[in-house]
């Protein structure tokens, strides 16, 4: 059975495994914190770790990125995407009005991810201007010290499962800004990992630190990569942490590690004084369409 360390019961992170895995048997362990999510890898206490690396509306998110690059050397081994939809909850009770409906003036604090948070702004707006925001370590968290709370007038951006497993009410449904919000997640750990269905497509991930003072070289980098028609998803800039302006550039490539082109464009990026490091190789899977869509 595998051991899979992920972010809160009731989390998004929470639903979205539960749909790559469907009915396969697990043990799930919840951390509180994206670093104990890490370390339970490196520390041997889980097999696999969920990370939430990208987001529709936020973009990168940056911390958990630094952590598999900078952090931890744990390969990337499956990714996939799973809608994001976030609900105010909270006790009923505390913030019906008279007429039965909810009285969100009633509502002196909001607690969610800070990511949930940037992706509920204009419900904010309109509907809770006078709440004072306050982060936590991820939705799940925020439904749990709302729940532990009675009577203060705190409520959450959560998930539905996040709700029913602190006993909460969904005071609304489907919050955030965009229909059109989606997080990419990660699956690492030391093992490749086997699942009974077929991704939609691979992917190799890498780290690219391009020499110094050498002009030109991030065009010859995309170039060994062009005419070779490999196809880049994704490309950004992060801080090498080592001196100010100093970044290295992070690369997501369609196609296997062990396929010749890709494996030629990397010997020929090597050649120009390049630093390339293979974060992993894996497949991908897409939301499908044809699943009920979780709230």
């Not at 690059?69 to 050397?73: C, G, I, K, P, Y």
């Not at 309109?126 to 982060?135: K, R, T, V």
């Not at 996040?162 to 602190?166: E, P, Q, S, T, V």
């Given at each position: 059975m595998k051991r899979i360390a992920l972010l809160p019961a009731g989390s998004v992170s929470h639903e979205a495994l539960l749909y790559l895995l469907e009915?396969?048997?697990v043990e799930l362990i919840h951390h509180k914190l994206i670093s104990d999510v890490f370390m339970a890898v490196v520390k041997g206490e889980a097999d696999y770790a969920v990370i939430p690396i990208e987001n529709t509306i936020e973009g990168s998110v940056s911390l958990h990125m630094d952590w598999l690059?900078?952090?931890?050397?744990v390969p990337m081994r499956a990714e996939w995407v799973y809608p994001s939809i976030q609900n105010l909850v909270g006790r009923r009770e505390e913030f019906e009005g008279e007429d039965g409906t909810i009285d969100f003036a009633k509502i002196v604090?909001?607690?969610?991810?800070?990511?949930a948070i940037a992706q509920c702004r204009t419900f904010i707006a309109?509907?809770?201007?006078?709440?004072?925001?306050?982060?936590a370590g991820s939705t799940a968290e925020?439904?749990?010290?709302?729940?532990?709370?009675?009577g203060s007038g705190w409520a959450a951006f959560s998930t539905r499962l996040?709700?029913?497993?602190?006993g909460l009410d969904i005071l609304a449904e489907r919050v955030t800004d965009h229909d059109?919000?989606?997080t990419r997640f990660v699956l690492i750990g030391p093992d490749e990992l086997r699942l009974d269905k077929s991704g939609e497509h691979d992917k190799t991930s890498m780290q690219v630190i391009l020499p110094e003072d050498y002009a030109g070289a991030l065009h010859q980098v995309l170039s060994a990569f062009a005419w070779r028609r490999l196809n880049l998803s994704r490309i950004e800039s992060r801080p090498t942490k080592k001196k100010l302006g100093n970044y290295y550039f992070y690369i997501d490539v369609l196609e296997r590690a062990d396929s010749i082109l890709l494996q030629a464009a990397v010997e020929e990026i090597a050649a120009l004084g390049c630093q390339v490091r293979i974060l992993g190789s894996y497949p991908c899977f897409a939301y499908g369409q044809e699943k009920p869509e979780a709230q």
């Open positions: 009915e396969e048997p690059v900078n952090e931890v050397d604090k909001v607690l969610s991810h800070p990511v309109e509907h809770l201007p006078q709440a004072e925001l306050e982060n925020g439904a749990a010290q709302a729940a532990a709370h009675p996040g709700a029913r497993r602190y059109n919000n989606y």
